[in-house]
């Protein structure tokens, strides 16, 4: 027992700078146990130094240049980016989320090999490697690229393909294709963004809910029905012809009255299976990363981390097709592209609803999901998500979050008409440059944790806001006043604007991840991405609130084909009042810790606050089902028109 004591003592003081020592250390203490008696003091004595040990690992980890992976919902907090256009396609929580991992697997510091084992060793594996051979199938260590596991990748891959695709057609279709009003396009796409709120219920019902002894694989497969079904009604739905009169050569006539003014009433039978389709993926991203997490604790110490890097490529490529095929095969011009030719929407949606139906397949043949030990309750979820928003110190970065991305969320209604009427932005080149936008976002990521990782949060989140602010500005009015309105000047915004909405993605990350408590990451992560995202459907409701107080209206394409000296500088002053509110998110700054040592004092030495846990609650309570209640208004014809939500007035529009 003395010997024990002096190996605890030794391990709890141990310098974290030598961890292979430490876990040499473990080895020799777990031996001296080993060798004594068997009693039940000695056994034990030796579980709980295995425990100590397996408590140890996150250090070693670390080390090798991996963190300790958590439960999945939600692990990768995508902000909205401080920008006036946000209403085109941004990158998802999904992609955010890969190209941070990508990032840590390919620039963090690897540790050596170890030295081979000796014949002892090799005959007596540990527990783990036996259950990893017995999950796997064979001997060999789990992969990804087995009959058994490949529908996770190959899944991962089509769901973020069907993710960027159902944002990136939204320009080119609602506000080309349909002809709809800026505010309409704008609440239709904020609807379509829903299901991000639920980021953290998806997560409990995969926690908590098994459904025929498993958590994972069902609502993985569910996810696959709901895209399939989405995607077969807007296969089969006869598409009426455009909004407007087309020209000889495809281009459409926004001056003349509509051809077809019926079509706005068929936008419902799109919008709402979208709007299914992004619940879809967003439950299947949820499963997949459970999965993935599960497979990756299987994984061998030293090569921890290989199946994460190998998903984050997947899911990278994915969206990256998406892009590939949108540029090239939805760039008809009845689409606000520059071919003659594309595929119809039906096409895509048809050859997207093939490919649900073939993953749902691999997907329920090719995807294995391990034996559980243990599953936590949904009373103990609940209980936890209680604890940590009674929280000083976690409610008020919650409050933070739903407040900055409020702010950066309130843009104007003269965005969308902007960027196709006067800057004539192309589906191919909008394509083009969110892809560099990505590229950028992850050497972005590997500058800021090379070189800026222990600078101030407040102020690389402030410096973001600002540079955003004014790089967004320059080519918004020098297009508005007509002395720039050249599609690539104004889309390398956009690319330049990746950086600093990167380092403002990174900087919440880090928050996370040092005022979690050991165990409940996910869950946190979950909790700030649905406050997070539940902001958006107020902000676009004001947006489009403010935006109807302009005259003449900013929504109106005849307008803006006038292009009159007023008019534009209403225009400009809609994007003063915009950039004003992205500026006012910085004013919620305080509360957020200045950097790690800061968050672990407040972790420390803050109480639980009922006035922050009710405004954590209260606030996001109140404005999400607003939110919703004037973007549902919004995007019908029937009451688009009313002035309290944005519209003109129905004696007006009547």
Known sequence: MAVLLVAICILSTWPTSAPAQKQAAFKVSAQVVSGWPQTPAAAQSLEWIRDVEVGQASDFLHVLGFERQTTDFGHQIAPVPVRSTAFIRQTSPLEAGAIN???????????????????????????????????????????????????????????????????????????????????????????????????????????????????????????????????????????????????????????????NPSIHKEKNWYVFPMFILVAGVQMGCVAGEGLLLEYSQREPLMKRGKMKAEFTIVTMAGALASSVVIAFFMNGKEYLGTFDWSLSLNGLMTLCFCISAVLLVVCACCTHEPRKVERPTLKAHLESSWHLVKSKCLSSVLLFAFISQFFSGITTTAGPMVRYQWVQVKVLQQQLFQMSGMFVMMLATAAYKVYFLQSCWRRAILIAIVTVTITDAIPTFLAVFDVVRDQYFYLGEEVVAAVPTTALALVLNLMVIELSEPGQEGLCYGLIGTVMHSSQPVSTAVSNQISSLFTPSLSKPENYAADLPSFRTTVAWSYVLTYTASMLGACALPLIPRQKADAQRRKRDWKSSAVMTGLVLGVPAVCLPYGVLVILLTSQPETACLRWVGGQGCEAHG
């Open 101 to 259: 991992d990508l990032e840590d697997y390919l620039f963090a510091p690897r540790a050596p090999e170890p030295e081979k084992a000796s014949k002892s060793d090799a005959e007596a594996p540990t527990s783990s490697e036996e259950s990893t051979s017995e999950e796997s199938g064979d001997g060999d260590s789990i992969s990804l690229w087995t009959w058994r596991t490949c529908g996770l990748p190959l899944g991962g891959f089509f769901l973020a393909f069907l993710n960027a695709t159902v944002m990136g057609v939204s320009y080119g279709f609602f506000l080309g294709y349909m002809g709809l009003d800026s505010n309409v396009m704008m609440s239709v796409t904020a609807l379509m963004k829903l299901p991000q709120v639920l980021l953290l219920p998806f997560g409990m019902m995969n926690d908590c809910l098994p459904i025929c002894g498993q958590n994972r694989k069902p609502y993985f497969l569910a996810s696959w029905v709901l895209c399939g079904g989405a995607l077969l009604v807007m296969s089969v739905w006869p598409l009426p012809p455009p909004y407007y009169c087309q020209f000889p050569d495809g281009t459409y006539d926004t001056l003349s009255p509509p051809c």
